[in-house]
């Protein structure tokens, strides 16, 4: 059985080290692990094309191990010429850069990791939250151009206090959001979400659930997008919905990238109807350089919170993501049952709620 494992870009340092899928390979010993058993796994990078390795391998893999960080594109197409493929697994969470529908079509599971990275993103939502409301980004470069002009920066920077701040998605991710927002006594945390919250959840962080969409980015200080990307989720953040949004409100995306318009959220942190958007997922992986989201800012010359996709892979977030990933590869080799809440797309059918609610 060939195992192909996407672990990185194809870029200079990662081909040095090529840690993306991280103790999953230098430490749990897999390649050694597999080989033991007659098996064969090849490392390879995420670079597309018809001539990349990607592409020359996954034709008679049976699986495929990818980073949602450096994922490796699964297209129909593709899929349609993986004719031994059975098994896609996720280090880590998130399995969108897999075309779904054809792997439903083409009775290929897809599995993730579930949980293994869900305490990192959600730090970083508190992170990026932080910074755009208390308007860091531009205090610490103009440190590091030696300046000291306190008024540039206080001018839009606010307190978190008092505010009312929304998750799009209460699953997972968000509810920790909302568990880690508690503490800082905003006026209001809201959600929404198409399944409410258990009545104790709900309660234990003091969160109030709103239907509609539109009506919840109206009442938001701070709208914080925490839901997996499919066909219901693409561009729900846009043009017309943005104005709904109150003016001067903050929006931070570690969710997937084309949930968010790119030109829509550029144009209203360009014009200052956002005062910032920030986060670390984009509309492609690695993103083109001269994407606008690198660079654009409000008209104070701050609200860009913008990093590479690391928020859930963490050295701490390396190790669980690793080690499911290995029991995965394990129960799927020694024909055990998987842990039903891994499990995005079964024999045929898909089995998250999460990716099956369209």
Same mark, same amino acid.
């Given at each position: 059985?060939?195992?192909?494992?996407?672990?990185?870009?194809?870029?200079?340092?990662?081909?040095?080290?090529?840690?993306?899928?991280?103790?999953?390979?230098?430490?749990?010993?897999?390649?050694?692990?597999?080989?033991?058993?007659?098996?064969?796994?090849?490392?390879?990078?995420?670079?597309? =094309?018809?001539?990349?390795?990607?592409?020359?391998?996954?034709?008679?893999?049976?699986?495929?191990?990818?980073?949602?960080?450096?994922?490796?594109?699964?297209?129909?197409?593709?899929?349609?010429?993986?004719?031994?493929?059975?098994?896609?697994?996720?280090?880590?969470?998130?399995?969108?850069?897999?075309?779904?529908?054809?792997?439903?079509?083409?009775?290929?599971?897809?599995?993730?990791?579930?949980?293994?990275?869900?305490?990192?993103?959600?730090?970083?939502?508190?992170?990026?939250?932080?910074?755009?409301?208390?308007?860091?980004?531009?205090?610490?470069?103009?440190?590091?151009?030696?300046?000291?002009?306190?008024?540039?920066?206080?001018?839009?920077?606010?307190?978190?206090?008092?505010?009312?701040?929304?998750?799009?998605?209460?699953?997972?991710?968000?509810?920790?959001?909302?568990?880690?927002?508690?503490?800082?006594?905003?006026?209001?945390?809201?959600?929404?979400?198409?399944?409410?919250?258990?009545?104790?959840?709900?309660?234990?962080?003091?969160?109030?659930?709103?239907?509609?969409?539109?009506?919840?980015?109206?009442?938001?200080?701070?709208?914080?997008?925490?839901?997996?990307?499919?066909?219901?989720?693409?561009?729900?953040?846009?043009?017309?919905?943005?104005?709904?949004?109150?003016? =001067?409100?903050?929006?931070?995306?570690?969710?997937?990238?084309?949930?968010?318009?790119?030109?829509?959220?550029?144009?209203?942190?360009?014009?200052?109807?956002?005062?910032?958007?920030?986060?670390?997922?984009?509309?492609?992986? @690695?993103? @083109?350089?001269?994407?606008?989201?690198?660079?654009?800012?409000?008209?104070? =010359?701050?609200?860009?919170?913008?990093?590479?996709?690391?928020?859930?892979?963490?050295?701490?977030?390396?190790?669980?993501?690793?080690?499911?990933?290995?029991?995965?590869?394990?129960?799927?080799?020694?024909?055990?049952?998987?842990?039903?809440?891994?499990?995005?797309?079964?024999? =045929?059918?898909?089995?998250?709620?999460?990716?099956?609610?369209?």
């Amino acid at each position: 059985m060939k195992v192909l494992a996407i672990l990185y870009d194809g870029g200079k340092a990662a081909q040095e080290e090529p840690r993306l899928l991280g103790t999953v390979e230098n430490k749990l010993g897999i390649s050694e692990w597999l080989s033991s058993q007659g098996h064969e796994l090849i490392v390879s990078s995420s670079k597309e =094309g018809p001539d990349s390795d990607f592409q020359k391998h996954i034709v008679d893999a049976e699986v495929l191990i990818t980073t949602p960080f450096h994922p490796g594109y699964l297209t129909r197409d593709i899929i349609e010429k993986a004719k031994n493929l059975k098994l896609c697994i996720t280090a880590g969470v998130g399995s969108d850069h897999i075309d779904l529908n054809a792997a439903v079509d083409h009775r290929i599971q897809v599995l993730e990791v579930s949980g293994s990275n869900v305490v990192s993103v959600a730090e970083h939502v508190i992170m990026s939250i932080l910074l755009l409301v208390r308007n860091f980004v531009p205090a610490h470069e103009m440190i590091e151009r030696g300046d000291w002009q306190v008024s540039e920066i206080a001018r839009n920077a606010f307190d978190l206090e008092g505010k009312v701040v929304g998750t799009i998605g209460a699953g997972r991710i968000g509810y920790r959001v909302l568990q880690r927002l508690a503490p800082f006594d905003c006026k209001e945390l809201l959600y929404y979400d198409y399944s409410p919250l258990p009545a104790a959840a709900a309660e234990s962080v003091k969160a109030r659930r709103v239907q509609d969409l539109k009506d919840f980015v109206s009442q938001c200080d701070v709208v914080t997008v925490n839901c997996p990307l499919h066909e219901g989720t693409v561009g729900l953040v846009n043009t017309e919905l943005l104005k709904h949004f109150k003016k =001067g409100a903050w929006l931070v995306n570690t969710a997937r990238g084309a949930i968010c318009d790119k030109d829509a959220v550029a144009a209203a942190v360009k014009s200052g109807y956002l005062s910032g958007y920030s986060g670390d997922v984009w509309n492609v992986q @690695p993103a @083109p350089r001269d994407h606008v989201w690198r660079t654009v800012k409000n008209p104070l =010359g701050g609200g860009n919170g913008m990093v590479p996709h690391y928020s859930g892979t963490t050295l701490d977030a390396q190790a669980r993501y690793a080690s499911g990933t290995k029991k995965i590869l394990e129960n799927y080799l020694t024909d055990k049952p998987q842990d039903p809440q891994n499990i995005i797309v079964g024999l =045929g059918k898909y089995e998250s709620k999460a990716y099956g609610q369209r």
